[in-house]
C-alpha cells in the first residue's frame, strides 16, 4: 500500500525531523529517548510515552529484518517525525529490504500502519499516523 508522504503535501507540516543512524549498538533505545525529547520540546499534544514506545518498536522490527536479511549495512536507518498541522503525528521509518513479514499482525495493534517498497526497489518505508490532540 502507498501513502503519500506529508512532504508531498505543501503546507500539512507545522515541524519536520530526520535521524539517520547504523545498526549497531541499541538504536532502538536512541530512537525513543530522541523521539521523547523532540516531542517534548516542540510541546506536541500527544501521548509522548505512547509515540517513544510505538516509534522504538517501528525500529526494532526494522533492525530485526535487515539482521534476518543479511544486507543491514547497505544504508543507515532513517527515521523522520513530522507534526501535522491537525497535530498528528507521522512517523516514517526507511530502511533496506523490501518485506514486511508479519505485516498484518502489526496493523492489528497499530492500524495506521502502512508501508510502501521504494522506487528504485532497495527499501521500504514504514509509515504510522499516531493522534496529536488537536492542531501543533
Do not use: N
Not at 9 to 23: D, R
Not at 27 to 44: C, D, G, K, S, Y
Amino acid at each position: 500500500m502507498t501513502v503519500p508522504s506529508v512532504h508531498e503535501m505543501p503546507g500539512t507540516e507545522t515541524w519536520s525531523g530526520t535521524l539517520e543512524f547504523p545498526y549497531t549498538g541499541d538504536p532502538a533505545r536512541a530512537v525513543r529517548t530522541w523521539v521523547r525529547t523532540v516531542l517534548v520540546v516542540r510541546f506536541w499534544g500527544g501521548d509522548v510515552q505512547t509515540a517513544a514506545v510505538a516509534v522504538g518498536w517501528m525500529v526494532e522490527h526494522s533492525v530485526a529484518l535487515q539482521h534476518l536479511g543479511g544486507d543491514w549495512a547497505c544504508r543507515p536507518l532513517a527515521l523522520r517525525l513530522t507534526i501535522g498541522v491537525d497535530g498528528d503525528l507521522l512517523v516514517e521509518v526507511s530502511s533496506a529490504g523490501v518485506e514486511f513479514p508479519g505485516f498484518e499482525a502489526a496493523k492489528a495493534v497499530m492500524p495506521s500502519l502502512t508501508w510502501s517498497m521504494h522506487e528504485d526497489v532497495t527499501g521500504k518505508t514504514v509509515q504510522a499516523r499516531l493522534p496529536g490532540g488537536g492542531a501543533g
